[in-house]
T-cell receptor, first 112, second 114 residues
């Protein structure tokens, strides 16, 4: 079955540091890939997505590129802020089946 | 546009009691999802509705969990009787019709079983 493997946390970085959160997936077809973010006490929010190989999703300075050859969708940001502190989830959905399969999440803490 | 509304935000019950959660999706969204998020894990789909029909309930523990979506709008998820392992956040999400539409999540209901 489908699965998503995320870099284990927690991750602690200083403000303005470079961020990478690794995500790899296993799927039978050609899934769509997503990053969701969950701020404390809130529900999940879609951060970015990519629907086919080599697509790059981007939002709020975050980027992730759909790499079919390595089955990866790593999240990156060039300069993190304290407000980026949250839990980040990588997820996939199969074509025609909108069900999301999530990774376990990575807690990110940015210190001033 | 108003987001996905869920209530209550928090619920504490004793094991073997029953509990119900309510979800009001974004207006016009045909698809509604219930997810269970156990502490330290990613959300896991329990049930997916398309309008008022069930699309996928393969992960729903049907001996104790039930869900309905009357008139294709609001939905209720019930647990009866609750077990200790049901302690989790229950998330509702909705999405419009169409391919690859993003899911919009509510803030969730945090359930604690004593």
């Amino acid at each position: 079955g489908d699965s998503v493997t995320q870099m284990e946390g927690p991750v602690t970085l200083s403000e303005e540091a470079f961020l990478t959160i690794n995500c790899t997936y296993t799927a039978t077809g050609y899934p769509s890939l997503f990053w969701y973010v969950q701020y404390p006490g809130e529900g999940l929010q879609l951060l970015l997505k990519a629907t086919k190989a080599d697509d790059k999703g981007s939002n709020k300075g975050f980027e992730a590129t759909y790499r079919k050859e390595t089955t990866s969708f790593h999240l990156e940001k060039g300069s993190v802020q304290v407000s980026d502190s949250a839990v980040y989830f990588c997820a996939l959905s199969d074509p025609g089946n909108e069900k999301l399969t999530f990774g376990t999440g990575t807690r990110l803490t940015i210190i001033p | 546009e108003a987001g996905v509304a869920q209530s209550p935000r928090y619920k504490i019950i004793e094991k073997r009691q029953s509990v119900a959660f309510w979800c009001n999706p974004i207006s016009g969204h045909a698809t509604l999802y219930w997810y269970q998020q156990i502490l330290g894990q990613g959300p896991k789909l329990l049930i997916q509705f398309q309008n008022n029909g069930v699309v996928d309930d393969s992960q729903l523990p049907k001996d104790r969990f039930s869900a309905e979506r009357l008139k294709g709008v609001d939905s209720t998820l019930k647990i009866q009787p609750a077990k200790l392992e049901d302690s989790a956040v229950y998330l509702c999400a909705s999405s419009p019709d169409g391919y690859n539409q993003p899911q919009h999540f509510g803030d969730g209901t945090r359930l604690s079983i004593l």
